[in-house]
């Protein structure tokens, strides 16, 4: 969809080029995330790609046109746009300004309401709004207005510069969620520019790391960047919670799980004792097929008795089955008993253990 | 008390004002007229001057001083130099009013333009808009509160300056004030003194507080609070 091909960029006056023979493929309807420390170029190859910045050599070319064919205003209404400021227009509505591309490429008034419409309930936009000016909104709203009027004339190709940069990090994650779902809805091809890695992992399908002067270091999926680095400068960019970021990329749904030390509610201190020698643990869960009711101490069941004789205590930390192996690990060390239960809705599926995720980190 | 109201008496005579209230009414719309016209020939050559001051950078700084050396001459000062070229016209009265005018004015359009955030710029590029359409739909909307500004400083400056030409002939309310001062010992003098003077400033105010209204007619955004 987007391809660049030895791009160079030397801006005037300065000596060594901001990006420097960049080759990068982008696929239709993947996103693809920029990342690099400050120098990198991120921007300056965003910027190329809409022609905001021309490059120095090379070329680029967007749906299969060389974006020089086209005249630099008239390329750019056909990309969608989304810089960390936002940017709208002040002196204009809401609704004028997500109606900006379409006014410049003269819809007519009915086809622009519509499409506004379609807009409102896309990118999941209060309708009071669109009456209000810029600076009656708050961050997250002027977020979403900014992503709503990108996306306004229905372009293929949505370029984000540091999007989420602006907004508070409990904003920011809710957009940042936003934008996925949009995107399996979309299935735009997006380039997203931004510094912070956990971003990159997060959003993008691949992610193209950068270093100072525009230098391409690693261009693959997270998982395998992470599985992987390419080199020292990624390693570090990575940072040393790399296994732990990585944890993120892997669905529980993906590991085998245990049943673990389930007994039922009528089990003998007998069957408890063997039950907890075998996993090593001083306590029991409770629950049979499908279900799990909770989990007592092994101190409080009497030598002769029943495990019902013992106070029930819930699972406290409950997992979904879509969840992934990070917040696994959140649950397990932040639960009494160091496991974490997994469940699909109700039904109980099994257990994860700090071993059993200690042994995706160093696969 | 009584000495107060027989020296004000003394001082302001209704009498004179009922005799001359046609005077008055012409002198007020000759004060208007001279005011309108330099503000609209000020704005028209503020507005050129401007542009090229924002096309070619390296312009504004030879404009702004030129304009402002204009702005220091002295009125008295500047209506003598004229008078030998253009005579006692209209036209001299204007040529030294509208030079008041063209620092405030240009000063205010160039910053209202600069001083537009550099996002909204970059994003305005980002959606396609072009050069000249950015400049008239984006930047020059948004440069209006202060392009405004400039029009009512220049404007209440305009209508004190208007009296000065009084000295060349015209001089709208100023009339009443340089024959007050002429006379100014009896109550008749005084009376035309207080009664160019009151006027000069209602004028003013008046002109002000209409402007301001447009101000906000014009620019909706700007007046709404911020949320959050």
């Known amino acids: ?363 | 008390m009584t000495v107060f109201a027989q020296s004000a008496s003394g001082i302001f005579q209704w009498s004179w004002v009922q005799r001359n209230l046609d005077a008055i009414w012409d002198r007020t719309l000759e004060h208007v007229y001279l005011t309108a016209v330099a503000i609209g020939v000020g704005f028209v050559i503020s507005l050129g001057l401007s542009l090229v001051a924002l096309r070619w950078r390296r312009a504004y700084q030879p404009i702004t001083l030129v304009t402002g050396l204009l702005y220091t001459i002295p009125s008295l000062a500047l209506f003598a130099f004229l008078v030998p070229v253009t005579g006692l016209s209209v036209l001299t009265a204007e040529i030294g009013l509208v030079s008041y005018t063209l620092l405030i004015l240009i000063r205010n359009m160039v910053t209202g333009i600069n001083e537009i955030p550099s996002d909204v710029i970059e994003s305005a590029d980002g959606m396609g808009y072009t050069r000249s359409r950015r400049f008239w739909e984006i930047e020059v909307p948004l440069a209006m509160p202060v392009i405004i500004t400039g029009i009512r400083i220049a404007t209440v400056t305009v209508i004190g300056l208007v009296t000065v030409t009084s000295l060349i002939g015209l001089g709208g309310l100023g009339f009443f004030i340089l024959r007050g001062l002429q006379t100014f010992s009896s109550p008749i003098g005084t009376t035309q003194i207080i009664v160019g003077t009151a006027l000069s400033v209602f004028l003013a105010v008046a002109a002000d507080l209409s402007l301001s209204g447009i101000q906000r007619l014009l620019t909706p955004w700007a007046s709404r609070k911020e949320a959050k």
């Open chain 1, 1 to 363: 969809m987007i391809e660049l091909r030895d791009v160079t960029k030397t801006f005037p006056g300065t000596d060594s080029p901001a990006v420097h023979r960049l080759n990068l493929t982008i696929n239709k309807g993947e996103i693809v995330v920029l990342v690099g420390p400050s120098g990198c170029g991120k921007t300056t190859t965003l910027r190329m790609i809409n022609r905001l910045v021309e490059p120095t050599s090379g070329s680029i070319v967007v749906g299969g046109t060389d974006i020089n064919d086209l005249a630099g205003h008239e390329l750019r209404r056909g990309i969608g746009y989304v810089i960390q400021q936002i940017g709208l227009f002040p002196h204009r509505t809401v609704r004028q300004n997500i109606a900006t591309v379409p006014s410049l490429l003269g819809w007519d008034d009915t086809r622009i309401s519509e499409r506004i419409d379609e807009l409102v309930d896309i990118v999941d936009i209060d309708t009071e709004l669109l009456d209000r000016y810029p600076s009656e909104l708050s961050g997250g709203q002027r977020q979403r207005i900014g992503v709503a009027r990108a996306l306004a004339a229905d372009p293929t190709v949505l370029l984000m510069d540091e999007p989420f940069g602006a907004v508070d990090p409990i904003v920011r994650a809710r957009l940042q969620e936003g934008l996925l779902t949009l995107q399996q809805r979309l299935q735009k091809t997006i380039v997203l520019v931004t510094h912070d890695i956990d971003e990159a992992i997060l959003l993008g399908d691949r992610v193209a790391i950068l270093n100072v002067g525009g230098h391409l270091e690693q261009y693959d999926t997270p998982a395998e960047i992470l599985r992987s680095p390419a080199n020292d400068f990624v390693a570090d960019f990575l940072g040393s919670d790399r296994g732990i970021k990585r944890l993120s990329l892997i669905p529980i749904s993906d590991i085998p799980l245990d049943v673990g030390p389930v007994v039922s509610f009528d089990a003998s201190r007998a069957e408890v004792d063997r039950v907890m020698a075998e996993f090593g643990i001083d306590w029991i869960a409770i629950g049979s097929s499908g279900r799990l009711d909770g989990w007592v101490l092994a101190s409080e069941i009497p030598a002769s008795g029943k495990v019902s004789d013992a106070t029930l205590r819930p699972f406290e930390t409950r997992l979904d089955i879509s969840d992934d192996l990070k917040q696994a690990l959140d649950a397990v060390v932040s639960s009494h008993t160091s496991v974490a239960a997994v469940f699909d809705g109700e039904h109980y599926l099994g257990m994860l253990t700090m071993e059993t995720i200690s042994r995706e980190i160093i696969q």
